[in-house]
Nanobody, 119 residues
Framework: QVQLVESGGGLVQTGGSLRLSCAAS????????MGWYRQAPGKQRELVAA???????NYADSVKGRFAISRDNAKSTVYLQMNSLKPEDTAVYYC?????????????WGRGTQVTVSS
């Protein structure tokens, strides 16, 4: 199993910045992908950014050029640097980790952290 704990959310004005952190514990060696998803009220959960063990990165089109995902050398902590924030970025942000066991993917989630961008 993998446990995920997010931090860094809060209230920020339009144009401001926040950095989210996600610390993973447990079966770290089995993690293949870590990333961030977000969900706004009335909307489906969507991918924001993800990074694989072999360093491939995907971003949602809506955050390209504004957000950056990174991780530490041990690949147990992932960060999301968010710049030029907009009210449309307001959502609960969830950390995600995927593990590979016997060719089957298991998904793990943090409890989420609220990001609110005021106009």
């Amino acid at each position: 199993q993998v446990q995920l704990v997010e931090s860094g959310g809060g209230l920020v004005q339009t144009g401001g910045s926040l950095r989210l952190s996600c610390a993973a514990s447990g079966s770290i060696g089995r993690i293949n992908t870590m990333g961030w998803y977000r969900q706004a009220p009335g909307k489906q959960r969507e991918l924001v950014a993800a990074i694989t063990r072999d360093d491939k990165i995907n971003y949602a089109d809506s955050v390209k050029g504004r957000f950056a995902i990174s991780r530490d050398n041990a690949k147990s902590t992932v960060y999301l640097q968010m710049n030029s924030l907009k009210p449309e970025d307001t959502a609960v942000y969830y950390c995600n980790a995927d593990t590979i066991m016997e060719y089957k993917v298991s998904r793990f989630w943090g409890r989420g952290t609220q990001v609110t961008v005021s106009s």
